[in-house]
T-cell receptor, first 117, second 113 residues
């Protein structure tokens, strides 16, 4: 089975520009999550989709970040306008929703390294 | 969610056993303990999960004492390719599908030839 795919793998943009990150979860996984690690910090939760609905967006840093998952398949995370402190690695993960599925149903993508200059 | 504390880094040599201990003094009754491995330029990858006593799979063993306030991940006979960051997480277990993960700082394991 294909894993979680993230695109692009790297992105370098100027402050004030817009960047859109994409995540393709494992087929059939209803849960989709975004996490990020900024330089020197721990990996932090951003938000959680169940199908196309936002289940928990408590980790979104501010309204410059917009996540969507139209149709409950792939997801995009848009940063507009980007600031220097947004630099970091953005991870996407997906998992089953079926009760009884263990935490190890979580599969992470390789991440998108975003650099804002 | 319970906070975890683990060593920042550990060095080992090929063929040795590596044991990483994680403290989670405030673990809740329903919490499970899960370990993830992360290689450079990759996302975290599940290694093992347990609730109490001992769990073993083809990759590692997880030892959890009766009070569950700590756990030890054991990697037998490590190789250079086991060089990675290892994260200890505590949180809802298998029946709580869809829960978010809380990562700590992890332990950077360096395996030397």
């Amino acid at each position: 089975e294909a894993g979680v795919t993230q695109f692009p793998s790297h992105s370098v943009i100027e402050k004030g520009q817009t960047v859109t990150l994409r995540c393709d979860p494992i087929s059939g996984h209803d849960n989709l999550y975004w996490y990020r690690r900024v330089m020197g910090k721990e990996i932090k939760f951003l938000l959680h989709f169940v199908k196309e609905s936002k289940q928990d967006e408590s980790g979104m840093p501010n309204n410059r970040f917009l996540a969507e998952r139209t149709g409950g398949t792939y997801s995009t995370l848009k940063v507009q306008p980007a600031e220097l402190e947004d630099s970091g690695v953005y991870f996407c993960a997906s998992s089953h929703t079926t009760p009884g599925t263990a935490n190890y149903g979580y599969t992470f993508g390789s991440g998108t390294r975003l650099t804002v200059v | 969610l319970a906070k975890t504390t683990q060593p920042i880094s550990m060095d080992s040599y090929e063929g040795q056993e590596v044991n990483i201990t994680c403290s989670h003094n405030n673990i809740a009754t329903n919490d499970y303990i899960t370990w993830y491995q992360q290689f450079p330029s990759q996302g975290p990858r599940f290694i093992i999960q347990g609730y109490k006593t001992k769990v073993t799979n083809e990759v590692a063993s997880l030892f959890i004492p009766a009070d569950r306030k700590s756990s030890t991940l054991s990697l037998p006979r490590v190789s250079l390719s086991d060089t990675a960051v290892y994260y200890c997480l505590v949180g809802p277990g298998p029946k709580a599908a869809g829960n978010k993960l809380t990562f700590g700082g992890g332990t950077r394991v360096l395996v030397k030839p």
